[in-house]
C-alpha cells in the first residue's frame, strides 16, 4: 500500500510539473527564461523518473552515478541542440 501512495504521488508531481511546462511556453515571457525554466523542469522529471521507476533510489551509488553521467551527457547535448537552432 505505501508503493501505491508513493507512485501516486510521483505521478502527480510528474503530472503537474508537465503542465507548469505547457504553460510557461504559452505565458509568452522572453525565450531564455522559458528556455531555462523547461530545461530546469525537465531535469527533475527525469531524475524523478530514474530515481523511482527505474529504481535507482534502492540501487547501489555507483550504479546511480553512472545514470548521472549519462544524464548529464543527455542535458548537455539538448542544451547544445536547443542554442543550435536559435531563432
Known amino acids: 500500500m505505501t508503493r501505491l501512495r508513493l507512485y501516486t504521488a510521483i505521478y502527480v508531481v510528474l503530472f503537474v510539473s508537465a503542465t507548469v511546462q505547457v504553460l510557461v511556453e504559452q505565458?509568452?515571457?522572453?525565450?531564455?527564461?522559458?528556455?531555462?525554466?523547461?530545461?530546469?523542469?525537465?531535469?527533475?522529471?527525469?531524475?524523478?523518473?530514474?530515481?523511482?521507476?527505474?529504481?535507482l533510489r534502492w540501487e547501489?551509488?555507483?550504479?546511480?552515478?553512472?545514470?548521472?553521467?549519462?544524464?548529464?551527457?543527455?542535458?548537455?547535448?539538448t542544451v547544445a541542440a536547443t542554442y543550435s537552432i536559435t531563432p
Open 27 to 55: 505565458a509568452g515571457m522572453a525565450y531564455q527564461t522559458a528556455l531555462a525554466l523547461i530545461l530546469a523542469l525537465s531535469f527533475v522529471k527525469a531524475v524523478i523518473v530514474a530515481a523511482y521507476y527505474q529504481h
Open 60 to 77: 547501489p551509488r555507483s550504479l546511480t552515478y553512472l545514470m548521472g553521467i549519462g544524464l548529464l551527457a543527455v542535458l548537455a547535448l
